[in-house]
């Protein structure tokens, strides 16, 4: 039987479908950490091993080499750890993909280019990745996240976000305050005024119309506010519902469960939608009847997208769903 992802998108291509947090952590011993947590909760975010904060300087290259070694250990069985090499004006963004592409490759679930000025900033990056995995024998494409957190990278964003590989467009809130140089108020970099100050509202949604039209994820900033779940969810929360992010940064271990309860889906359709797409695959994708209503490839592709999300929500599907389109 055809799997949905060959049978519903020949037409065009569709969003990644892709958890709704990424977790970052820099040391081996943070990186370990949530590791255990993925095993605890279930495929539901992803693991971002940070290069370009996490290592300490004059130790790049032990660092890098530190996460080729867990990326491909058995303490990553999910495959769902990616990793943030260094910005572009940095002497050993080189050095990190040197070490990183051939090392761990074929199982890095992405590469994030921070701090990009500019659209030549990140497609030079992203050439070089090209050129490194074809060179290490790498056939697979590494998808790509590029943060958008500086005057240039936003200038550009609509063109940025139409590079290859391109997965997810990542808002960077703290550096992209920083470099208005007092015109917003540090306050901004929190809950309220993250989401009404009318300069990075009109940023934040000019980098989610750029992702989503060019099928890009767009994936919104941390919440600083460590120790409060609540104010986590409620940004994620109007993240999602009032700019149409559909990621989130997380940054301490209490944020992940957070942002994956406020970006799950709407559940109240998922069992007809499973009960559908059953349907519709015996019918070799063919228009359907289901409870008095037609179906066919259009409603078919939206309640696949609703079922793999909530699946990388952690929600609990059918077996036969689970049998037929996960295992």
Known sequence: MTHPNEALFESGKSLPVIPSCEHFA???????KAFEMQKKLGPVFDITCDCEDGAETGKEVEHANMIVRVVNSDANPYSMAGVRIHDHS?????????????????????????????????????????AKCKEAGISREIPIHVLIETHGALNDVEKIATLPWLQVLDFGLMDFVSGY??????????????????????AKARVCQAAIQNHVIPCHNVTLDLKN?????????????????????????????????????????????????????????GPIQYDGELHDRATYRYFWELVQRSHFSGQKLQDEVVKRFFS
């Open 181 to 202: 140089q007092g015109a917003i108020p540090a306050i901004n970099m929190r809950s309220p005024g993250q989401f009404d100050h009318r300069l990075i509202g009109a």
């Open 229 to 285: 779940p609540y104010q986590t969810y409620k940004d994620a929360e109007r993240a999602r519902n009032e700019f149409g992010f559909m990621r989130m940064w997380s940054i301490y271990p209490t944020q992940i469960q957070a942002i994956v309860d406020a970006m799950k889906p709407d559940f109240t359709e998922l069992e007809d939608a499973q009960n559908i797409l059953i349907k519709a695959q015996d019918a070799e994708w």
């Open 90 to 130: 940095h002497a050993d963004w080189r050095q990190d993909v040197d070490i990183l592409v051939p090392g761990a490759g074929e199982k890095l679930a992405y590469i994030t280019l921070p701090k990009s000025t500019c659209y030549e900033d990140a497609k030079t990056q992203i050439e070089y990745i090209q």
């Open 26 to 32: 820099g040391s081996e011993k943070l990186i370990l």
